[in-house]
T-cell receptor
Framework: GAGVSQTPSNKVTEKGKYVELRCDPI?????LYWYRQSLGQGPEFLIY????????DSGLPNDRFFAVRPEGSVSTLKIQRTERGDSAVYLC???????????????FGPGTRLTVL | GEDVEQSLFLSVREGDSSVINCTYT??????LYWYKQEPGAGLQLLTY?????DMKQDQRLTVLLNKKDKHLSLRIADTQTGDSAIYFC???????????????FGKGTKLSVIP
């Protein structure tokens, strides 16, 4: 079946612009995560959705970053007034559920490489 | 706090065993993972171990967990050129309030396999 997809695969923008990054999780997966991977680093957690609600946004670096998942499926990560330091690969992952079960594998998408000039 | 440390590079000859090491700091971890990342590809889960286990074997992969020292290792037997990639150690902590299994990753170990 289809895995997690992310669009666009590459995005180049200018400092100060607004960008939206999209994630299509695996069908039926209720949990969705966004991570950011800077060059030479491991992925860092940004935000977690359970269904439509952002249950944990403790990883968002500042208020320029925002994410939505209005229908509990597709999610959009929005970055306002982009800065050069936002350049990274943004990864999305989904899992069947989370919380009161013993284990849920997170399936990762290929990522969106964001470059801010 | 949460912190996961790994050595950055490892080079082995084809056919030898590779051992990639990781240390973590949070003793309340529930699961520890090994992910593989190849150039231009997403993260692929290789294996995981629950924090109450000390060993797990899966074909060519062996995971050892030393809870006392907070040390995790991944051994790849009979390493092949196709194993060349970056390997990430990760831990997940269950935050019961939010139900989040967010992953905390190390910086990754780049494994180079020499033919």
């Amino acid at each position: 079946g289809a895995g997690v997809s992310q669009t666009p695969s590459n995005k180049v923008t200018e400092k100060g612009k607004y960008v939206e990054l999209r994630c299509d999780p695996i069908s039926g997966h209720t949990a969705l995560y966004w991570y950011r991977q800077s060059l030479g680093q491991g992925p860092e957690f940004l935000i977690y959705f359970q269904g439509t609600g952002a249950a944990d946004d403790s990883g968002l670096p500042n208020d320029r970053f925002f994410a939505v998942r209005p229908e509990g499926s597709v999610s959009t990560l929005k970055i306002q007034r982009t800065e050069r330091g936002d350049s990274a690969v943004y990864l999305c992952a989904s899992s069947r559920t989370s919380g009161r079960v013993s284990y849920n594998e997170q399936f990762f998408g290929p990522g969106t490489r964001l470059t801010v000039l | 706090g949460e912190d996961v440390e790994q050595s950055l590079f490892l080079s082995v000859r084809e056919g030898d065993s590779s051992v990639i090491n990781c240390t973590y700091t949070d003793s309340s971890s529930t699961y520890l993972y090994w992910y593989k990342q190849e150039p231009g590809a997403g993260l692929q889960l290789l294996t995981y171990i629950f924090s109450n286990m000390d060993m797990k074997q899966d074909q060519r992969l062996t995971v050892l967990l030393n809870k006392k020292d907070k040390h995790l290792s991944l051994r790849i037997a009979d390493t092949q050129t196709g194993d060349s990639a970056i390997y990430f150690c990760a831990e997940s902590l269950l935050y019961s309030g939010a139900g989040s299994y967010q992953l905390t990753f190390g910086k990754g170990t780049k494994l180079s396999v020499i033919p």
